[in-house]
């Protein structure tokens, strides 16, 4: 079973464009972690944001994340056509051995 | 550094033969990840090692699936008799840390495995 789930599923922009992403889960965690994969390719780590944590920022990346809600999100500003890929959030649920666990992602097209 | 590295990246193989996929981690990095992902999914976890034991099996791990990290450092993951639905990209991802803590992970590349 799935921990976390994005939404959208799909997302097509223009470049320049900010793209927000968001991801809930169902039970507590310690870490949630941020992928980008292109198609065909391996997953490229974004960003980790721990339970204790509210924000980050990395570049054109700002994460957020809400416990009492259970939900994350991950905002890309002024997009590139670059920027088209998969976007994965991956939970760690705390208590246990902090295995990852994925949703099924956002896939993110930024038109030219 | 130079990052997980997976080999052979693309396998086509007969159904019934069987496969070994091959994982090196990011040196000393002590814990290794199996996942495997079909076409518009994401990542489902397969198996975990810490050092050389293997901590964690999915129950996606059939008695056909084997996973061994002998020396604590490079992994196999070996399918045996092989079925169509095994046709996936099978991904290997590394991280350091103790066993009650939880770090950024890092991708290899991936195998894609097409079973015909």
């Known amino acids: 079973s799935q921990q976390g789930e994005e939404d959208p599923q799909a997302l097509s922009i223009q470049e320049g464009e900010n793209a927000t992403m968001n991801c809930s889960y169902k039970?507590?965690?310690?870490?949630l972690q941020w992928y980008r994969q292109n198609s065909g390719r391996g997953l490229v780590h974004l960003i980790l944001?721990?339970?204790?944590?509210r924000e980050k920022h990395s570049g054109r990346l700002r994460v957020t994340l809400d416990t009492s809600k259970k939900s994350s999100s991950l905002l890309i500003t002024a997009s590139r056509a670059a920027d088209t890929a998969s976007y994965f959030c991956?939970?760690?649920?705390?208590?246990?051995?902090?295995?990852?666990?994925f949703g099924r992602g956002t896939s993110l097209i930024v038109h030219p | 550094d130079t990052g997980v590295s997976q080999n052979p990246r693309h396998k086509i193989t007969k159904r019934g033969q069987n496969v070994t996929f091959r994982c090196d981690p990011i040196?000393?990095?002590?814990?290794l990840y199996w996942y495997r992902q079909t076409l518009g999914q994401g990542p489902e976890f397969l198996t975990y090692?810490?050092?050389?034991?293997?901590?964690?099996k999915s129950r996606l791990l059939s008695d056909r699936f084997s996973a061994e990290r002998p020396k604590g450092s490079f992994s196999t993951l070996e399918i045996q008799r092989t079925e169509q639905g095994d046709s996936a990209m099978y991904l290997c991802?590394?991280?350091?840390?103790?066993?009650?803590?939880?770090?950024?992970?890092?991708f290899g590349e991936g195998s894609w495995l097409t079973v015909v």
């Open positions: 991802a590394s991280s350091f840390g103790d066993r009650g803590s939880g770090n950024t992970i890092y």
């Open positions: 039970t507590s965690i310690n870490n």
């Open positions: 944001i721990r339970s204790n944590e």
């Open positions: 991956a939970t760690a649920s705390s208590g246990g051995s902090y295995i990852p666990t």
């Open positions: 040196s000393e990095h002590n814990r």
């Open positions: 090692f810490q050092n050389e034991a293997q901590l964690e």
